[in-house]
């Protein structure tokens, strides 16, 4: 299967399957000399852990990562890093009907039109657990970032129909939505609740902010710095829209509304709004990176549905199992982990942009 590699500098190769023996990456390209150790992915993968509330799958999962090679006494050492995470609640048997059937809302249907054949067991290398790998990888990519003083903060703007209207940064990791908005939790609760009761699953609108973000990153043609947070974000299983600054609001919008005036501050370059979200054609421009992402509702829902089988008779069915009865609070963490392995990797593909840099590093250049 090709498809399971990101980047070009900083690369990453995630494996495994939903109910496999363990999932896994292979972050290749990280820098000798970085303090890591297991606890630094640990917290991360804690993050996005099933089972932390009555709102996401009670599949129980330590999701204890293993770091297999790359590390020497507590520092990268230039190498291949390998990860395992092992699979410790599958439970088979819950998938054990949809063999024969196309579950609707998954990849069941596509996956055996491709490869004639689909590991039917929690979607295989579709499940929503492969995305395990990339956080682990993204935990190493933050710490890098920040080494830099760039930072990574997503959160759900907006769950079901109800948005956020105040933002406080401490109050994220506070409740179970990851909403910086204790009432707007509190209302999501009460209505999450309802849509349960009536078998059914709720979506919402991710947002992520990157502050200290250098000016340059990104290319003007075909890998433009947002193009390639897209193709990211939306390689992750559930998000179905992204839009970075003002989106798809801008197109109500004249020029003169949307364009971001610049001035000078101390002699530097700022611009007085960020309509743009942080990039001007393709490369970042010293502001705030900002962008969105649309999350679907979660597709396995215990609600009556009609689908077909695959010897093409119509059925109807009740998808068993263990599942998030809403993806969003834990899509957060994934956001956060693919935004941090894109700028990684063009933080270190900027380097040989310009011959300066290129001789700052190789003959201590002024």
């Known amino acids: 299967m090709a498809g399971s590699t990101l980047g070009t500098i900083f690369r990453i190769t995630t494996w495994g399957e939903s109910h496999g023996k363990g999932i896994g990456v ?3 390209g990280c820098p000798a000399g970085l303090s890591l150790c297991e606890e630094d992915i640990q917290q991360m993968l804690d993050r996005r852990r099933p089972g932390q509330s009555k709102f996401t799958t009670q599949r129980s999962e330590n999701d204890t990562v293993h770091i297999l090679s790359g590390v020497f006494e507590g520092k990268t050492t230039g190498t291949p890093i390998s990860m ?12 054990s009907d949809i063999a024969n059937y196309y579950r609707p809302g998954h990849a069941d249907y596509t996956f055996d039109q491709k490869y004639g054949f689909r590991d039917y067991r929690g979607g295989g290398r579709s499940s929503g657990r492969e995305t395990i790998g990339r956080v682990a990888a993204g935990a190493i990519a933050k710490k890098l970032l ?26 994220i990791e506070r ?14 609760a009460n209505y999450l609740k309802e849509r349960m009761h009536e078998c059914d699953s709720v979506g919402g609108m991710i947002e992520c902010i ?33 839009e970075i600054g003002d989106g798809f609001a801008a197109a109500k919008t004249c020029g003169s509304e949307n364009n971001d ?6 002699g530097k370059a700022v611009k007085m709004t960020n309509h743009s979200g942080g990039v001007l054609g393709g490369i970042s421009d010293g502001s705030d990176l900002i962008f969105r992402a649309a999350v679907k509702p979660t597709p396995s829902i215990a609600r009556t549905q009609q689908t077909i089988t695959k010897d093409g008779k119509e059925i109807e069915v009740s ?31 900027n380097m040989s942009s310009r011959l300066d840099y290129i001789k700052k590093i190789y003959l201590n250049a002024e």
Do not use: C, W
Not at 146 to 171: N, V
Not at 212 to 220: E, H, I, N, Y
Not at 261 to 266: I, S, T
Not at 320 to 348: C, F, N, Q, W, Y
């Open 261 to 266: 005036a610049f001035r000078l501050n101390n």
């Open 84 to 95: 395992e995470i092992q699979n410790e609640s599958q439970r088979s048997q819950d998938y």
């Open 210 to 242: 990157t502050s200290g973000l250098p000016t340059s990153l990104g290319d003007p043609v075909f890998e433009k710095l947002d193009a390639n947070l897209a193709k990211a974000i939306l390689s992750i299983g559930a998000i179905k829209g992204f």
């Open 175 to 188: 409740n179970p939505f990851r909403m910086p908005d204790a009432k707007a939790a509190q209302k999501v």
């Open 26 to 28: 292979v972050v290749d």
């Open 319 to 349: 998808v068993k199992g263990r599942h998030d009865p809403i993806i969003v609070p834990r899509a957060v963490v994934v956001v956060e982990a693919m935004t941090a392995l894109v700028l990684i990797d063009a933080l270190l593909l």
């Open 146 to 171: 920040k080494e830099f003083g760039i930072e990574i903060t997503a959160y759900s703007k907006e769950i079901g129909r109800i948005p956020i209207e105040t933002f406080d940064k401490e109050e």
